[in-house]
């Protein structure tokens, strides 16, 4: 009987779209960190499950600026304020229970503080740094390349918010166009230092839902920016993926145009709107790193493991092109959950 492949082997034949001996299956550093300490994983671990971990392989560095954060009880609530400071202004952003209240973005000369902050930022490689990383995190973990957002989804996600961004569209358009160039600048020239660097996957972490943006703003702000950057880091190895967790129907033969390797925390219903069957028919060559919705979770176990082979029938009846993640809500009754599905996963082993 075949030794089992380590989790890194399995997903280093997933990203080059070949068949491991089982479909993968991972966790975010991030969720799991929560419980990071309870012996109950190391069982977990030992049956196939990974942990990823988002690391830089290019920091960034703004020396004229000052980062505070100040942090309050209110009322039993944790209040967060968040405030950059620089020689032409100071913006700020705040967060109630960890929910945010205020992006950094609300006025036209917050506009110009962040444009002056993005043109002063410095990238420098850390390359040691990453890979000393690779080998801290054990045979479990697994090594994710940080590359942040493209331009547009880092004004929409980070720094406006949904709503404001609607406005500013409007109120705000030559800013907004001014800093997504600045922003796009920097993308290019971090995207130069991770193509030269070491690791493998590059974590493009978009948060992209096609409700927020629609086909038009997508073939606009991001379909040209993906056709200029991916090529860059694929020719110099690198696997990349996009992490698109919402809903895809509208944009779906956009995406098929667009040149990422992966589309990472693909979900399906209900909190997306396609199957994977859906996914598979317009993108056949792509690479599903699939988020398990947390509903599914809750599911008797049963039921849990006859609908994870239901996916794997619909994305990978040849168990190519497959894995599985937890990348969003964390199901809180994972020492019961996550092993159902990991029993499930050995029935796809060759």
Not at 51 to 56: D, I, K, Q, Y
Not at 126 to 154: D, H, K, W
Not at 256 to 280: F, H, K, W, Y
Not at 298 to 311: C, F, H, I, T
């Amino acid at each position: 009987m075949k030794k089992p492949l380590t989790i890194r082997e399995r997903l280093e034949l997933f990203w080059a779209g070949e068949r491991p001996d089982r479909i993968p299956y991972t966790i975010y550093q991030n969720e799991w960190r929560h419980t990071a300490s309870d012996p109950a994983w190391l069982p977990m671990f030992q049956e196939g499950l990974g942990v990823t971990w988002h690391l830089p392989t290019v920091k960034e560095i703004c020396p004229e600026t000052e980062f505070l954060s100040e942090e309050q009880v209110i009322e039993g609530k944790k209040f967060v304020r968040r405030t950059i400071k620089t020689p032409v202004g100071e913006i700020h952003e705040t967060f109630l229970d960890d929910w945010q209240q205020k992006f950094f973005l609300e006025t036209g000369r917050d506009y110009e503080v962040m444009i002056w902050i993005v043109n002063h930022t410095e990238l420098k490689p850390c390359y040691e740094e990453f890979n000393q990383r690779s080998e801290e995190i054990g045979p479990y973990g697994v090594p994710l390349i940080a590359m942040g957002r493209t331009p547009n989804q880092s004004i929409l996600v980070d720094l406006v918010g949904l709503e404001n961004y609607a406005y500013h569209l409007v109120d705000l358009q030559g800013e907004m166009e001014a800093l997504y160039q600045a922003l796009l600048t920097k993308f290019r020239k971090k995207a130069e230092l991770i193509a030269e660097g070491p690791g493998r996957f590059v974590s493009v972490l978009e948060n992209f839902t096609a409700d927020t943006l629609g086909p038009g703003r997508f073939r606009k702000v991001l379909l040209p920016v993906y056709r200029e950057i991916f090529p860059t880091l694929q020719s110099a190895g690198k696997i990349v993926g996009t992490h698109y967790d919402g809903q895809l129907s509208a944009v779906q033969h956009l995406v098929a145009q667009s040149p990422m390797n992966v589309i990472e925390s693909l979900t399906p219903p209900p909190e997306g709107d396609m199957t994977l069957a859906e996914c598979r028919k317009v993108w056949p060559e792509k690479l599903f790193w699939s988020n398990i919705n947390v509903s599914c979770y809750m599911l008797p176990a049963n039921q849990l493991k006859q609908e994870v082979l239901e996916r794997v029938e619909q994305a990978a009846p040849d168990g190519r092109r497959l894995a599985f993640e937890v990348s969003e809500q964390y199901p809180e009754n994972w020492k019961i959950s996550i092993p159902v599905v990991l029993d499930a996963l050995k029935e796809t082993q060759e």
